[in-house]
């Protein structure tokens, strides 16, 4: 029972972090307009949604793979938004 709420508080923490550093990333893109500011906050929001559901599911069902493919999203967003910026 102590490791499902050790494990939620991580979680918990993780999803603020991820939210604190997309509002970063948008507070960047609004004041440049760049696009690669605003994928890095698209990709932090949706990693802070990823961990959101993963706080309300069973410990069993952290293998679904719609979870890790929100993760996956996210990895590829800031991989593109990276390789968009250098390409020029």
Do not use: C, H
């Not at 102590?2 to 923490?13: H, L, N, P, R, T």
């Not at 603020?16 to 440049?32: E, I, P, Q």
């Not at 802070?48 to 493919?69: G, K």
């Amino acid at each position: 029972m102590s490791q499902d709420i050790v494990k939620q508080f991580i979680y918990g923490a993780v999803m603020m972090a991820s939210v604190v550093s997309g509002l970063f990333f948008l507070k960047f893109w609004r004041k440049t307009a760049d696009r690669f500011f605003a994928m890095f906050a698209i990709s932090f929001f949706i990693l802070a949604a990823e961990r959101w559901f993963l706080v309300f599911m069973p410990s069993q069902a952290e293998e679904n793979t719609w979870i890790f493919s929100m993760r996956l999203l996210a990895f590829l967003l800031i991989i593109i938004a990276v390789v968009d910026k250098n390409r020029s």
